[in-house]
């Protein structure tokens, strides 16, 4: 059953094939390498994604790091 999340501020409806945060960032088409993710307010470890289950009404901000020179 599809699930709403708040990402980045904005309401999101998540199909059933997404059920974790790796499988949020894969859809979304972003790098998990190059990104950190906080959820419901607290960072989650980049080796936790596969493993952390989403549900409705998470709170998920995805913040990519940028470089510069």
Do not use: W, Y
């Amino acid at each position: 059953m599809p699930c709403q999340i708040r990402l980045n501020g904005r309401s999101e409806q998540l199909s059933d094939d997404v059920r974790t945060v790796h499988q949020l960032l894969a859809v979304k088409g972003v790098n998990p390498a190059r990104v950190a993710v906080e959820l419901n307010r607290r960072i989650l470890p980049r080796n936790q994604f596969e493993s952390t289950s989403l549900s409705a009404g998470d709170v998920v901000e995805v913040v990519t790091f940028v470089g510069g020179g």
